[in-house]
């Protein structure tokens, strides 16, 4: 039997959720906590490790893909993850028994609680990223050559596809052309896979993370206080505490497949009087202070409000505004010479080579 | 000569600028009517100013505090998405104060994607068949938003042009209007301004009507959430605009009492202490107004956070720090030591000073670098122009900002663009001022009510 969670905890896993992906704009974040909250009124929401399951039950990744409007500007009808699940069991002939997030941050961290509720399916406390990546093919689950497809897509105007593709990158073009003509945003079930596979290249404790990150980030305490517990719990390190100086977008050349355009920006530390350099693509890639290297994707890089401790919209980064730029390494796997393949600088279009390849 | 007036329940009270001197600061004027209140203290004004009443140009009125206390009007809220929400969880959620104002929901077929192509085509024959029911009742406000307004406004158009080809007494908003990229906010702004509109219309024709009674060959004009100003007369149709203009109007004041057009401005109030910045004479803004996880209001407002012992300071960079609290004899919190002490009432200064206000906010698709710029410099160009349509002189705009914002995993090519221009009828700026300075106030001190003989 796993954990029952509480409204408290769904509070704490929205400002978690929000922290790790640094999101541009958390609304959806807030939306669906609000109806997790009010759905867990009469049901109850169950959390379980994945050593819970048996071996062989089926389980299948739970998640928005994003290539448009704004998930909080098409707000879901709510019949779309329900769809999507019944698409993969009929298209494997079997009944799914668990879901997981597709990723452990930002809207997909905490999407699979509403449909946990909806579907009365449990939830897993796994995932394949660890953190938020926008393709679909970043996965600890794809380093473990775990099939990608059988992948169901279903959108808000009722449209439904399954996607059938062996390779990753051909799924996430497929996937994301598909994403785009059903308006922006489709729900998605996808890696389907036992629980043995899940649990031996899943990334665990995802969602029991998030919430820890939300009890602390929500206590009444100081920003220094609240920084020294994410540095016990994560390993957190502060990069630096620097006045944002200069925001600009399209700055760097882009790769027309990648969502999102990227932007830049650049801080003073007004103490040491060091130069750091954001680039970001929906999430921070890459932190540069004097020109060297102190953060780059996969590392989760995050930004807090240097003065009240709350998480800093990258959207609301504006010149003059200081802000405390936190490194927090991302899991395992995601170092390995296949998970440096996947994710580091070079696959968003920066070639940069991230420092640990030399020991990867 | 320009005045500032504050409305509040059925009191005003007003502030007269002379170039960047306050010639005169009346105590509030309590009445039985806000219409009595504003009548008495623009004759008291023409009697304190004399002969000089011909040179008063300008009156600018905070009527956030008004539109906030009044009860709003039930709105009918139309809402345009391909489907409606399966369940009573995903019906988008508005602030407990609003919900009740919404007296009924329509759900219309319909909506575009970010490129502005239609996600599903117009349920316009549907909605045609409910229309006399809409119609028939009691309500006579109506918001619609639709999915995509902010690449197309075309769905919401139509649907408001088939209410008022029925009706033109229908007082409509549509979410495009307003810019945010969500979908509740939009319709959250929608149904406010919608349920305001009526209260706006009165305000704006009460007023009107008293200036034209004692200030002729004044204009009258109303303060806006951005430190701005627009004509009285859009206070009936973007009431929104003005509900919570005494942040900005406190910024603005506060730093033009200083000479200070940029840096930064601590607010101490009775009510705590909060920090803004002004740059280039007018308060940073943000284009909504956060309400914690709820939705947000959809306006550019002036960005105001609280004031905490870890606040950065910037010694290099010039801070106003004004004591506007009613009483003086405790020291500031933080160890804070002022730099203006609260002679005037800084919101009215700031509404007697500021600008008109003009905004671009909208996508843009471009194809590179030099694409991106010609788009900026075009939303530049139009914001300007804006700005002179509200009555601006075109050789007094100036930009004050232009970003240009990615869309997280958005279609490739799509930017969002905001420009913000401001300009001003003529005469001076804030930032042409060194100092203000301040002559003979007259009436009772300062923080003082009295009731005038109405």
Known sequence: MGALLTAEDVRHLRTGAHFLACTIDPTAIYVYAEMIEKAMENRALELISIDELAPDDLVVAIGMVTQGLFIADMPPVGDEFIGCIRAIEANLGRQVRAIYSLAAANINGIVPLMVGLQSSLPVIDSDPMGRVFPLISQTTLNIGHVPISPIALMGVTGERAVVEAHNPQRAETLVRALVTEMGGWAATAMYPCSAGQMREHGVHGSISRMIRIGEILDAETSVDRKFQQLAEFLGATRIARARVSHVEGLSRPSDLGLPALPSSVTLVDERSGQIIRLEIQNEILLVLVDGAIAAAVPDIVSLLNSEHGTVVNIDDVRVGDVIDVLKITAAAQWYSKAGLDLAEPKAFGIPIEHPRRHHA | ?454
């Open chain 2, 1 to 454: 000569m320009r005045i500032g007036l504050r409305l509040q329940g059925t009191s005003c009270r007003a502030l007269v600028l002379d170039g960047h001197s306050v010639v005169a600061a009346a105590a509030a004027v309590r009445c039985t009517t806000l219409a009595e209140a504003v009548d008495t203290t623009f004759e008291e004004l023409r009697h304190e100013l004399g002969t000089e009443i011909t040179k008063v140009t300008d009156i600018t009125s905070d009527a956030g505090r008004v539109l906030a206390a009044r009860k709003p009007a039930s709105v009918i809220a139309i809402r345009i998405s391909p489907r409606p929400p399966a369940d009573a969880f995903h019906v988008t959620g508005l602030p407990a104060l609003v919900e009740p104002v919404v007296a009924r929901t329509v759900h219309v077929g319909g909506g575009h994607d970010l490129r502005g192509r239609p996600l599903a085509p117009l349920g316009l024959e549907a909605f045609l068949a409910e229309l006399p029911g809409i119609l028939s009742g009691e309500v006579r406000n109506i918001a619609i938003t639709s999915v995509g307004s902010t690449a197309s406004k075309d769905h919401e158009t139509r649907i408001a042009d088939a209410i008022l080809s029925s009706d033109s007494e229908m007082r409509i908003s549509i979410s495009s209007d307003f810019y945010s990229s969500v979908f509740r906010d939009r319709d959250y702004t929608a149904i406010l301004n919608s349920a305001l509109m009526e209260t706006g219309e009165d305000l704006a024709a009460m007023l009107d009507a008293s200036g034209r009674r004692h200030f002729p060959s004044a204009t009258m004009w109303f303060a806006k959430n951005d430190g701005g100003r627009a004509p009285l007369a859009r206070l009936a149709v973007i009431p929104i605009h003005g509900l919570r203009p005494e942040p900005a109007m406190q910024i603005l004041g506060a730093a033009t009492l200083a000479g200070a057009p940029d840096g930064e401005v601590v607010i101490c109030a009775d009510s705590g202490v909060t920090v803004g910045q002004i740059r280039g004479g007018l308060p940073a803004t943000r284009s909504v107004i956060r309400q914690g996880y709820e939705a947000s209001l959809a306006s550019n407002a002036a960005v105001v956070e609280p004031y905490t012992a870890d606040h950065p300071v910037r010694p290099a960079v010039p801070s106003v720090i004004a004591d506007l609290r009613s009483g003086q004899d405790t020291p500031l919190p933080f160890g804070l030591v002022p730099t203006l002490a609260a002679a005037h009432d800084a919101g009215q200064v700031g509404s007697a000073v500021a600008p008109l206000t003009a905004w671009i906010d909208r996508l843009e698709t471009v194809s590179g670098r030099a694409d991106l710029q010609l788009v900026q410099r075009r939303a530049e160009e139009d914001a300007e122009s804006a700005a002179v349509q509200l009555g601006a002189s075109p050789g007094l705009t100036r930009i004050i900002e232009s970003n240009v914002y990615a869309m997280p995993y958005g279609n490739p090519g799509i930017v969002r663009i905001r420009v913000q221009a401001a300009g001003e009828v003529s005469g001076d700026t804030i930032e042409d001022a060194a100092e203000i300075h301040v002559r003979t106030p007259f009436g009772a001190g300062e923080g003082a009510s009295r009731w005038a003989p109405c």
